[in-house]
């Protein structure tokens, strides 16, 4: 088998890591602050653009001054990933593990030049802070990543390179120095440093998929909530019902019922007018907050506009839609008796019982019931009842 040129693979390696480094940085500023992580992986590959520089220095300098920086550079770039991928995932970064990683590397690359001078025994070292920060990539990804095929492909990029070097090192303790001397013509020798030359750019690949992954649902997210409030909006409240009345209609033999709440709060304006726009955003902050303190799990808040916000209640009558609206209007009083400016909400309840009614005709019903509540005196609950 014709030798891979050692030299030329790592002249590649080192191109494509500096490629995918300017793309990462590049990339960044697109990216919103909730995606966390690229700025590492842009500098793990940077790094490994000087780790190749200094392993291209060897024989144009002694092995004892370039080899030892080479190897903890590589370590360092690769646990640069790690800590990347543990910020992406909200972690805590980890430094000292890294640390450690560098500090046994540099021993161990130390005691086999100087001491004890063991290329096989290099490699098997080597190949443990490697395995290990391999590994804890692999942990990640499986405990903390979406079942998506971004993901997937992630995933079986750091599971390749895991297992690659792990059989490299026990290759190294078992066999010596002949099955992993790179420089060496060998099947062993040339499949490492052809994965070796593509894994970095590969992984890098593979966790700005992951990434785009998390901006496309941030995306979603975002157009699907209330900016101000962080409840959903109007198309979020939308897909939300339209799910329910899907749930609904396929349990159609068990009677169930949905209820809706159109909350509306009493004399708004005059806080803005009063206090001003900003301590009014504040109160409806807060109002989002309450009300949704006072709703179950499975219950869905949206804001719709202004100071009305629609409430879904799935599997509730009306006696129950009442207990809810109930529980609304007490977190109001009793929340606002501090720094913020008191207000108190009126609260129409409607019933739906046919999951072939429209959402604009149970909205319409929600609405005549609030406005009946305002009609009464404010700071009460009506019901939606059929003209006699």
Request: hydrophobic letters at 50%; one cysteine or more; a positive charge.
């Amino acid at each position: 088998m014709k030798l891979l040129d050692p030299f030329s693979v790592v002249l590649m390696a080192a191109l494509m890591c500096a490629v995918m480094s300017a793309v990462l940085f590049g990339a960044r500023r697109g990216f919103p602050a909730e995606v966390r992580g690229l700025t590492h992986w842009g500098a793990a590959l940077a790094v490994q653009v000087f780790s190749a520089f200094c392993f291209a220095l060897r024989g144009t300098l002694p092995d004892v001054l370039v080899l030892p920086v080479a190897n903890v550079l590589f370590v360092f770039g690769n646990g640069l990933c790690v800590i990347g991928l543990r910020r992406f995932y909200g972690l805590a970064p980890g430094w000292p593990m890294l640390g450690g990683a560098c500090g046994f590397a540099l021993v161990g690359m130390l005691y086999y030049l100087l001491a004890e001078p063991d290329y096989a025994a290099r490699v098997a070292w080597m190949s443990v802070p490697i395995t290990l920060i391999s590994g804890a990539q692999l942990v990640l990804v499986l405990g903390h990543g979406r079942r998506k095929l971004a993901t997937l492909f992630f995933g079986s990029l750091i599971a390749v390179n895991t297992v690659l070097v792990t059989v490299r090192g026990v290759v190294a303790l078992t066999h010596g120095t002949a099955l992993v001397d790179v420089t060496r013509p060998g099947i062993f020798q040339g499949f490492y440093l052809a994965v070796t030359a593509l894994q970095p750019a590969l992984l890098a690949v593979g966790f700005l998929m992951v990434a785009y992954e998390r901006l496309r649902l941030i995306l979603e997210r975002r157009s699907a909530s209330d900016p101000l409030t962080g409840v959903l909006n109007r198309r979020g409240f939308g897909d939300a019902y339209a799910r329910e009345v899907a749930r609904m209609a396929r349990m159609r033999q068990h009677a169930r019922t949905l209820a809706l709440l159109s909350v509306d709060l009493d004399h708004f304006k005059r806080i803005n007018d009063r206090f001003g726009h900003a301590e009014g955003d504040r109160v409806l902050v807060s109002v989002a907050q309450m009300v949704g303190s006072a709703l179950r799990e499975s219950d869905v808040l949206a804001r719709f506009g202004g100071e009305e916000f629609i409430v879904l209640l799935p599997d509730t009558d009306g006696k129950r839609a009442i207990g809810a609206a109930q529980r609304v209007q007490r977190q109001l009083r009793e929340a606002h008796a501090g720094e913020l400016p008191s207000c108190t909400a009126s609260i129409g309840v409607a019933v739906q019982t046919d999951p072939e009614e429209p959402l604009d005709a149970l909205l319409c019903r929600a609405d005549e019931a609030l406005y009946r509540a305002k009609e009464n005196g404010r700071n009460r609950i009506e019901t939606w009842q059929a003209a006699a």
